[in-house]
């Protein structure tokens, strides 16, 4: 457990260094809608679809899992979250481009209805940023504070 720690911390920090060197632009936005479950203490597993939209171009549409690690306690019904989409300016934006594997970290509470928000970094070579703070909304009773990791495929 410390291993995936460290390594998720590796992750982070190389990939906000990363971000500081380049600009990065407006690129679109990424809804999804994750489906319920429960936290099971110190993780969790759930899988999601989301549409990846940008000015000008059709949308693209996504499958993937989100999982936390670290604070996770509680059952939450189908939640939907909201991203504005960052690229480095140097990154060209195309179909698919989102695929790939995202890391970063994400808090939320739950009573009834709640909010939470993600901040995710990583995608195709590490070129996109998920707004920092995005805001979802869902029901349930839940408490999550962790690390999380977003695949795209």
Known sequence: MKKIFLAAAAILLSAGMASAAETRVQVGRLSCDVE???????????????????KGHRPEH????IDKLGLDIG????????????S????RVRPGSLAGTYVGGSSEATLGVG????WLIGGSRRGFALQPV?????????????FSRLTLY
């Open 36 to 54: 319920g479950g429960v936290g099971l203490i110190i993780a969790s597993s759930k899988d999601m679809t989301c549409t990846f939209t940008r």
């Open 75 to 86: 059952i939450t019904g189908r939640t939907h979250i909201e991203w504005v989409v960052f």
């Open 88 to 91: 480095a300016s140097s990154t």
């Open 134 to 146: 995005s805001i979802q909304a869902q029901t349930g009773l839940n408490l999550s504070v962790a």
């Open 115 to 118: 909010l939470g928000s993600n």
């Open 62 to 65: 996504y499958n993937g899992t």
